[in-house]
């Protein structure tokens, strides 16, 4: 008998039509090792197993949420069998029997978690009893969760995925999705997650059709449906009938004559109509996105999330190998710029490999992060100024320091800088001649408010209106529940967006934008007007916003920016905004 045909809503965080075979990625238990612990990092690996359960408890109250919008009794029922987990995490004999055993026995936290769980499994044996049984099975559940947050490792990666696959996870970490190879999968459906998240971006930037937050697919797709990702309207369609396959074969087909027709721009020049010429630059998540880049006319790296280079592993990489990848970058780019990031582990892009004894403050928007971190490991942060500047030598390359919130760490970023570039001297290393420039990003409201006092220590901005929205609205951009709410129109964003950039222009230092709003053709009428002639954005959006810019007069821009400067709502910036984009 077929399956019925079932339609999830969602949001649409990455564009496009995607049809595929689903593979859902289920718990599993995690193979871990077992190793002393000495008698003087016992409190530090208590203090872990901690840190693992209140993550885990985090995770579990996101899924209850998410569980409330599910219709019926599906999310009534599992949002009871949430709340046993979450009551797991909170003293149960699970956690205290762990965290005697670190202390008894000496072990590391995860194979105490272990050990407990085949203690209370023995003792439930005795018991012939489906009850118990279905009980300890949920207590098994909520060991997985402890152990993977112990490990930072996935639950089970994609990269093994067939062919035309359609990834469907409860969630999928910026880690995991750096394992998504486009060669295999069609597209992504995950129940948690938001359309600004590092996910989402590293999706659009990939040319994956995704939705997030669509409730209750987990229990119904198994592996094996066919599924129909539409990330333009948010929806997943499992089992989708003949007549409904047709209709998204044909979207996709229509949307892949846009995408021929587009790439007939790629050597054009991003020219206004009235003769400005605006630079168009890429940003670079993961290297299977080189030829990507290649492709679309990009005049450069905007922004290379340094990143990848620590992601999936358990150490960090040394300054040879950073060198050698940025080098393979630089080399590849044929003398157009390329703006290495250095370091933003945290948030959600947490790098286990450096975070270290940081890890929980790390795993925060607002804790140790970007150049927090970078000047509290120093020694990571030295390998990696050392790794771009020799890369240089290859290049034209610049260094953009994230997260800068005081101009103390701009300063002592540059001293640290001062000292590797004398060490590699010494060395007689080949390094960039002229030194590369060093500027920073301009992403929480302290750097966009203290702006003219950064460009005098800086070398050029770069806005990240992504972070600098979440930072103004104090939203959580990876968080479904008040995905809705971000909304980089906000007045208090884009006053500090033009405070940011009229501060550079008055210096006379190089500004550009390089959050999700460069890549959206709404807001490149906008984003000229405010004085921005450096975008730099996905791969993949570059021929639409080149679209937009060839038909655009300049002078028009400038006069409607002004007018959406004097409003005070939202609503009636993004009318005026709209208003415009329908005249051109």
């Known amino acids: 008998m077929s399956k019925q045909e079932k339609t999830f809503s969602g949001l649409g965080v990455s564009p496009g039509i995607g049809i595929g075979v689903a593979h859902v990625r289920e718990s599993g238990v995690i193979a871990v090792p077992e190793y002393c612990i000495p008698a003087k990092y016992l409190d530090e690996e208590r203090v872990r197993l901690k840190d693992a359960v209140n993550r885990s408890r985090r995770q579990i109250g996101r ?67 489906a009850y118990i049984a279905a009980r300890l099975e949920d207590i098994r559940e909520v060991a997985n969760r402890l152990v993977r947050n112990l490990t ?66 987990i229990q119904v797709i198994e592996t094996g449906d066919r599924v129909v990702i539409d990330g333009d309207g948010g929806k997943v369609i499992v089992n989708p009938t003949p007549s409904t396959l047709a209709i ?203 702006a003219d006092a950064l460009a005098q220590i800086s070398d050029f901005f770069a806005i990240g209106s992504n972070d600098l929205t979440m930072y103004t609205l104090a939203i959580d951009r990876g968080d479904e529940q008040v995905a809705h709410l971000f909304d980089s129109l906000h007045p208090a964003v884009l006053r500090l967006i033009q405070f940011s950039a009229e501060a550079g222009l008055r210096a006379r230092i190089p500004v550009s934008i390089c959050g999700e709003m460069a890549g959206d053709p709404r807001y490149t009428a906008l984003l000229l007007g405010l004085g921005f002639r450096e975008l730099s954005m996905t791969a993949t959006s570059i021929p639409r916003v080149k679209q937009r810019i060839r038909s655009m007069d300049l002078v028009a821009a400038d006069y409607r920016a002004r007018v959406i400067m004097d409003q005070s709502d939202a609503g009636r910036i993004a009318t005026l905004l709209d208003d415009f984009n329908a005249l051109a």
Do not use: C, W
């Not at 587009?262 to 991003?270: D, I, M, S, T, V």
């Open 248 to 450: 998204f074969e044909r979207r996709q087909a229509e949307r892949l004559l846009e995408e021929r027709r587009l790439a007939r721009l790629r050597k054009q020049p991003a020219v206004t109509r009235d003769g400005t010429r605006i630079g168009l630059q890429a940003n670079f998540e993961l290297p299977i996105q080189m030829d990507m880049i290649a492709q679309s006319g990009s005049g450069g790296i905007g922004l290379l999330r340094s990143e990848f280079m620590y992601m999936n592993r358990d150490d960090a990489p040394g300054e040879e190998e950073q060198y050698r990848a940025l080098k393979d970058i630089v080399e590849r780019m044929d003398g157009k710029p390329v703006t290495v990031r250095t370091l933003d582990a945290g948030g959600d892009k947490a790098a286990a490999a450096v975070t270290g004894v940081y890890a929980e403050s790390a795993s925060s928007a607002l804790g140790i992060r970007g150049i927090r971190l970078s000047l509290a490991r120093t020694e990571i942060f030295e390998a990696q100024l050392a790794a771009i500047t020799r890369a240089g030598a290859h290049g034209n390359v610049r260094i953009l320091l994230p997260m800068v919130s005081s101009i103390s760490e701009v300063r002592k970023a540059r001293e640290i800088f001062s000292r590797v570039v004398k060490r590699l001297r010494r060395k007689r290393m080949p390094i960039a001649d002229p030194l590369p420039p060093i500027g920073i990003m301009i992403e929480v409201p302290s750097a966009a408010l203290s």
């Open 152 to 217: 930072k490792t996935p639950v089970k990666a994609f990269s093994q995925a067939p062919k035309g696959s359609i990834a469907i996870a409860e969630e999928i970490t910026p880690a995991d999705a750096a394992q998504l190879d486009p060669g295999r999968i069609e597209g992504i459906a995950t129940l948690l997650g938001g359309p600004e998240s590092h996910t989402a971006i590293l999706a659009r930037s990939l040319g994956l059709p995704a939705v997030m937050g669509a409730s209750g697919m």
């Open 63 to 129: 899924l209850k949420a998410k569980a409330k919008t599910m219709p019926g009794a599906a999310g009534e029922e599992l949002g009871y069998l949430l709340d046993a987990y979450y009551h797991m995490f909170k003293n149960s004999r699970l956690v205290r029997g762990a965290e005697q055993r670190i202390t008894d026995e000496r072990i590391n936290a995860e194979m105490a978690v272990q050990a407990e769980v085949a203690e209370i499994a023995k003792s439930f044996s005795a018991m012939d009893d």
